[in-house]
């Protein structure tokens, strides 16, 4: 509807510029630029490279954003930009950045939590999420469990991973087996062509005793450890290592905790709406596993299509237009980027 | 492009640094002969450039009553300066020169130092690199640049600035570090002086020539260690 408010949006929390543009729920732009190779050769992502490719590709990706979408600034109704969580000097280029084109064209700018855009963007696929609703965040920098009562004021943690991200156990098995940064796409890959079941490794924290404390926490470093120990012995055997069983034995355990844990939040809080996203929401075995474990309890699984799940402009616009929707005030123009932004504080 | 334009006119121009502590947002007037200030917002916060610069620019503008699309030109200090803080001011010169459809033009930080503190007799003019560093640059009495932009130790720029017959110093660097640069220090300017950048950007505003890519001076390479190659878990 030619009504709703026209939002754009901005994200360089990570190794990704990424500036969308949305109608109401209608994704109109979703222009990328990724520093991702720059960063391949140090096996993760190097902070101040980052911030410069920020830099470089800022101009240039808003410029194909407006084309693609076929707008100018001036048509603009709101800015909205991460400003958390993230990398320091990342985020403050995009606030920067929002500021410069939101005093320019005397637009409102509103700092918005990077983790609530993950799940904003699957209303631009999915259309108005129920709520209350859990969400499940799962990317190289982030592996979170939230309930989501009210999108546009707040949501709650109700666990989060107590050492590595999934996404980072990701890129370390990827490693160790052999596969380039990052990770997550080539480990999928293998694992196609593996057996889940050739080796049992751990499901870290879900154990009796570590459900007191851990319900609906994460733990990945032990899993990692295992699977690294498994790989050794066979290359201190002398043993070729089973790399499409390795992968698929270790993705079956991640999958296996985060669906479970995912599902174990919505039955005992009676929800029926997951939603699952972040980098590693593009795993072709976790969304089918999601799927089908959900079905058999009746919920309901909202998973946005693989490059919606992955950093990017258009979720930022997404949770900016729910926000505007929602009749809440822009942020002043000193919001500052604040990389250990609370799940608590949607925007600022 | 003519070369001669006819007609020229007072145009309004935002000048913006963040290459020091001092985060500064400026408007000038550039005329056919002239370049004058019009309002200006400085602070010194090392920590708060992302904060601090566009609350700065808008405050600029309301002094004047002039708004965003009444700007002809932007002039950025392109550094040298500690890299998070500098990246914000070239980002707001950028984006705003994209939306205002007007030409960005970069004229070196230190030259906002030492081109105005240059009264006859060469000067070295640096500013704080941290790491026990400086970001420094030698001026001759005309306020032409004729060493630097460099990082070093402050030993190391002061052997350079000898070597120049530099007798005087000037800007937060040579502050900080007058007892190893050994030279007497002039008290302004401290931080690059906005209206120093403008006027060595004002042929290019009254020219009209090209909008230029803004580019910062880091003089550093990135941190960036080498993830290590994957240690045995086994004994
Ligand atoms: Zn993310």
């Known amino acids: ?52 490719a920020h830099l470089e590709a800022i101009v240039p990706t808003m410029d194909r954003a407006l084309k693609q979408a076929g707008v100018t600034i001036a048509d603009i109704d709101a800015i909205a930009v991460t400003s958390g969580p993230g990398l320091a000097g990342a985020l403050l280029v995009g606030v920067a950045a929002a500021k410069g084109y939101a005093v320019a064209a005397e637009k409102p700018v509103y700092g918005v939590n990077h983790l609530a855009a993950h799940v904003a963007v699957d209303t631009l696929e999915h259309g108005p999420l129920p709520e209350p609703a859990i969400a499940l965040l799962v990317s190289g920098g982030h592996s979170s469990l939230l309930r989501v009562d009210d999108l546009a004021r707040g949501v709650t943690p109700l666990g989060s991973t ?32 593996g057996d889940p079941a050739a080796t049992a490794f751990p499901r870290g924290l879900t154990a009796p005793k570590d459900l007191a404390a851990h319900r609906f926490d994460f733990s990945f470093s032990g899993l990692k450890t295992a699977v690294a120990r498994w790989v050794e012995a066979r290359q201190r055997a002398g043993e070729p290592v089973p790399v499409a069983d390795v992968a698929a034995s270790f993705q079956e355990a991640v999958c296996d905790v ?71 005030a822009p942020s002043r123009l000193d919001l500052p980027a604040d990389s250990a932004m609370p799940l608590t504080v949607v925007s600022v | 492009m003519t070369a001669v334009r006819l007609g020229w006119h007072t145009v309004l121009v935002l000048v913006v640094d963040s290459s020091t502590p001092a985060v500064t947002a400026a408007l000038v007037e550039v005329s056919a002969d002239a370049v004058a200030a019009r309002a200006q917002r400085c602070t010194v916060d090392a920590r708060a450039h992302g904060e601090l610069l566009a609350p700065q620019v808008d405050a600029v503008l309301a ?25 914000v001011g070239l980002v707001t010169a950028a984006t705003m020169g994209q939306v205002l459809g007007i030409p960005t033009y970069g004229v070196c930080s230190l030259d906002g130092i030492g081109h105005p503190a240059a009264a006859g007799e060469p000067v070295l003019a640096a500013s704080d690199a941290r790491r026990r560093e400086v970001y420094w640059a030698v001026y001759d009495g005309a306020g032409q640049r004729i060493a630097g932009p460099n990082v070093d130790v402050p030993a190391v720029a002061a052997e350079r600035a000898r070597g120049l017959a530099v007798t005087i110093a000037v800007g937060d660097g040579a502050h900080r570090y007058a007892d190893v640069l050994g030279l007497p220090v002039r008290g302004e300017p401290r931080y690059p002086d906005a209206t120093a950048l403008a006027r060595l950007a004002a042929e290019r505003i009254r020219a009209g020539a090209p909008s230029e890519p803004l580019t910062p001076l880091y003089l550093r390479r990135p941190d960036a260690v080498a993830a290590t190659g994957h240690k045995p878990v086994l004994p």
């Open chain 1, 1 to 52: 509807m030619a009504d709703e408010p026209l939002i754009l949006g901005i994200e360089t929390s990570c190794d990704e510029t990424g500036v969308g543009i949305v109608r109401g729920h209608t994704l109109l732009a979703d222009a990328l630029a990724s520093s991702v190779e720059q960063h391949a050769r140090f096996g993760g992502v190097v902070p101040e490279v980052a911030s410069r």
């Open chain 1, 162 to 193: 107590i050492d590595d991200a999934a996404g980072e156990a990701f890129d370390k098995v990827a490693r160790l087996l052999g596969l380039p940064f990052p990770g997550g796409p080539w480990i999928d890959r293998e694992a196609r062509a």
């Open chain 1, 258 to 328: 985060l669906v479970g844990k995912a599902l174990d939040a919505c039955r005992s809080s009676g929800i029926e709406t997951l939603v699952i996203g972040g980098g590693v929401a593009a795993n072709s075995r976790l969304r089918a596993m999601a799927e089908d474990r959900a079905a058999r309890h009746g919920i309901r699984v909202r998973t946005p299509r693989p490059n919606l799940c992955t950093d990017n402009g258009a979720m930022v616009a997404a949770l900016g237009s729910h926000l505007v929707a929602s009749g809440v």
């Open chain 2, 63 to 87: 002094d004047t009553g002039a708004r965003a699309a009444d700007l002809a030109a932007i002039v950025a200090g392109l550094g040298p300066g500690p890299f998070t803080g500098l990246r």
